[in-house]
């Protein structure tokens, strides 16, 4: 069966500091890739999606980027976190074709101070 | 635009009672629309996926409908238990995006 897990599950960083949030999936091959962002009491923001090795599209303009280093993990980076930054963020994978099913992982809290 | 509403924003129920969760969404050309449930502080957790030509899906007390036609989906809880207490969140798929629900806070009452 296919699992996903994400790490740190909690984070608290410095303004200024990088972040590298790591997510990889188990038990499919090619996995269409996402990062989404949950502010507290907003609804959940696209950041990122992927189709394959380094097609990475990038939703809206920001502080952050991704990359996939290989099929199955997905990296969302910054090299300098600002307080709007701070969030609950989720990866999740579907596979191809129509049916489109979303897995969440379990979310990385990140609080920049 | 591609929007997704649901009502109501927050509901709370006492234990036992059935009780339904509303999805409206503004362009029909879904390919199918998911359920998702969220704990506190947790990731979502796929509850029904029900795709374009199916009307309804079940899983044990839940059970989603869909219309198309008229841009709605359902979520039915049947006999509602304090353990049902979260987030449920319904989102549209659209071949490539996913557009998500605001989702419906329910409180179950012991």
């Known amino acids: 069966s296919q699992t996903i897990h994400q790490w740190p599950a909690t984070l608290v960083q410095p303004v200024g500091s990088p972040l590298s949030l790591e997510c990889t999936v188990e038990?499919?091959?090619?996995?269409?890739l996402y990062w989404y962002r949950q502010a507290a009491g907003r609804g959940l923001q696209l950041l990122f999606y992927?189709?394959?090795?380094?097609?990475i599209s990038s939703e809206v303009p920001q502080n952050l980027s991704a990359s996939r280093p290989q099929d199955r993990q997905f990296i969302l980076s910054s090299k300098k976190l600002l307080l709007s930054d701070s969030g609950f963020y989720l990866c999740?994978?579907?596979?191809?074709?129509?049916?489109?099913?979303?897995?969440f992982g379990e979310g990385s809290r990140l609080t920049v101070l | 635009k591609q929007e997704v509403t649901q009502i109501p924003a927050a509901l709370s129920v006492p234990e036992g009672e059935n009780l339904v969760l509303n999805c409206s969404f503004t362009?029909?050309?879904?390919?199918?629309l998911q359920w998702f449930r969220q704990d506190p502080g947790k990731g979502l957790t796929s509850l029904l996926l029900?795709?374009?030509?199916?009307r309804e899906q079940t899983s044990g007390r839940l059970n989603a409908s869909l219309d198309k036609s008229s841009g709605r989906s359902t979520l039915y809880i049947a006999a509602s238990q304090p353990g049902d207490s979260a987030t449920y969140l319904c989102?549209?798929?659209?071949?490539?995006?996913?557009?998500f629900g605001p989702g419906t806070r329910l409180s179950v009452l012991p």
């Open positions: 038990g499919t091959s090619n996995p269409n």
């Open positions: 992927s189709i394959g090795i380094d097609q």
């Open positions: 029900i795709q374009s030509s199916q």
């Open positions: 362009d029909s050309a879904i390919y199918n």
């Open positions: 989102a549209a798929f659209y071949g490539q995006n996913f557009v």
């Open positions: 999740a994978w579907s596979g191809w074709g129509h049916t489109g099913e979303l897995f």
